[in-house]
T-cell receptor
Framework: EAQVTQNPRYLITVTGKKLTVTCSQN?????MSWYRQDPGLGLRQIYY???????DKGDVPEGYKVSRKEKRNFPLILESPSPNQTSLYFC??????????FGSGTRLTVV | GNSVTQMEGPVTLSEEAFLTINCTYT??????LFWYVQYPGEGLQLLLK?????DKGSNKGFEATYRKETTSFHLEKGSVQVSDSAVYFC????????????FGRGTSLIVHP
């Protein structure tokens, strides 16, 4: 089944403790992206990648890092999480104008 | 820059009512347009798309027509069901080859029996 898999689905962590949210797609898509979803703010793009080793900042990149060493994986790294990064995160992938396939989401709480 | 504006929700309807969710956009060039749906507790799913002016996208009884003259892509359904309750996002793909979408803020639809 074609899908984008994110892990974990739920995560509670403490301020300053580094964490990684993994994202993997099995569709050989070139484009991958991370979004955060917050009430009243809709979806905001954090980072995106147009191919292996090609990444760029989205609208809200501060406090996040990404890497794209392989085509299928696009992890999101929070080096020093803070409470304002409490949010619902989505990974998505696409092969072009056909639209994006989204993962099921990761609900992160930073206390 | 590119932007998408959707009507504010929530939209509350009775079952079998007619649905319209308005979406207008601002973009350079000729973007593709999309509607995504997010059911409670899930990620977004592509509902329908249109890639050029006057194209009509359709799926699951939903339709939207790409109107370049009014820069709109309104979502419609003739008879909604309780199972259509969800958040609907209008989006456009950026021009210039990156295909990175710009999303609207989403419109919540609540359908009562």
């Amino acid at each position: 089944e074609a899908q984008v898999t994110q892990n974990p689905r739920y995560l509670i962590t403490v301020t300053g403790k580094k964490l990684t949210v993994t994202c993997s797609q099995n569709m050989n898509h070139e484009y991958m992206s991370w979004y955060r979803q917050d009430p009243g703010l809709g979806l905001r793009q954090i980072y995106y990648s147009m191919n292996v080793e090609v990444t760029d900042k989205g609208d809200v990149p501060e406090g996040y890092k990404v890497s794209r060493k392989e085509k299928r994986n696009f992890p999101l790294i929070l080096e020093s999480p803070s409470p304002n990064q409490t949010s619902l995160y989505f990974c998505a992938s696409s092969q072009g104008q056909g639209g994006y396939t989204f993962g099921s989401g990761t609900r992160l709480t930073v206390v | 820059g590119n932007s998408v504006t959707q009507m504010e929700g929530p939209v509350t309807l009775s079952e079998e009512a007619f649905l319209t969710i308005n979406c207008t956009y601002t973009a350079t060039g000729y973007p593709s347009l999309f509607w995504y749906v997010q059911y409670p507790g899930e990620g977004l799913q592509l509902l329908l798309k249109a890639t050029k002016a006057d194209d009509k996208g359709s799926n699951k009884g939903f339709e939207a027509t790409y109107r370049k003259e009014t820069t709109s892509f309104h979502l419609e359904k003739g008879s909604v069901q309780v199972s259509d309750s969800a958040v609907y996002f209008c989006a456009l793909s950026r021009t210039g080859g990156s295909y990175i979408p710009t999303f609207g803020r989403g419109t919540s639809l609540i359908v009562h029996p």
